[in-house]
């Protein structure tokens, strides 16, 4: 799977543009759009790279940012704003976070990002292998109602669920009609989409039957 993408930004609009840019790209995305929201996403998510606004409402991403190090002290960071600020930039710099424009062209966007997961492959550090493929929102059945594969690759899927309260289990299956494939999943995180009532699952296989699992790449390949 390709990189794990930890997004946070305050104004949805941006959120959803910075996602989109992201996931044209490959990068599995992992969103959220409040302080609080970031806060409880990381405590489910293991992101390779960590994308921070400078400004979330009332409180400061360099803040959100400077606290993820305490449980996650090589995770890189970029900082995002709408415009150069040299204060914002420099304080960026002094906590050795990168800094760019969220409102710059994709390329040097995306460079920035680039960059930034390079340094942490430099640190010999592990980043999904297997690159992902999107669906036009395929439902499945498991044991949560309205659920939905919306990208999936060799080593997993990105779920969407509708009506979930609660998201303990780690382990859960999910059962395919077309192909015939039920699927043993390992929840890799979770979190709230911009709408209240649904919620992202990133899941990873924890499948042993080869069968199965030769089912589903099967399935993967002829997306």
Known sequence: MPALVLLVHAD????????????????????ASSYKSATKLLRSVS??????????GPLSGLQFAAESRDEHPHLPVLITHTSLDGEVEREA??????FV??????????????????DYRALGLTIRQWPRKFLASLEVRSEHPEA?????????C???LSGVADLNESTFEVVMHEPDVMLRLKRVWSGPTLNPSQYWVGAQLAENDPAQINRWRDFVDSI
């Not at 992101?47 to 979330?56: F, M, N, T, V």
């Not at 710099?93 to 990168?98: A, D, E, K, T, V």
């Not at 424009?101 to 390079?118: N, Q, Y």
Request: hydrophobic share 45%; proline share 5%.
């Open 93 to 98: 710099r002094l906590r050795q976070f990168g």
């Open 12 to 31: 949805e609009g941006e959120l959803r543009r910075l996602d989109r840019i992201l996931g044209d790209e490959g990068y599995l995305v992992a969103p």
């Open 101 to 118: 424009t969220a409102r710059a062209d994709a390329p040097t966007f995306l460079d920035a990002v680039r960059s930034a997961l390079g």
């Open 158 to 160: 990105r779920l969407l």
């Open 47 to 56: 992101p390779d790279l960590l994308i921070a606004a400078a400004e979330l």
């Open 148 to 156: 939905r594969l919306v990208d999936v690759s060799y080593g997993g």
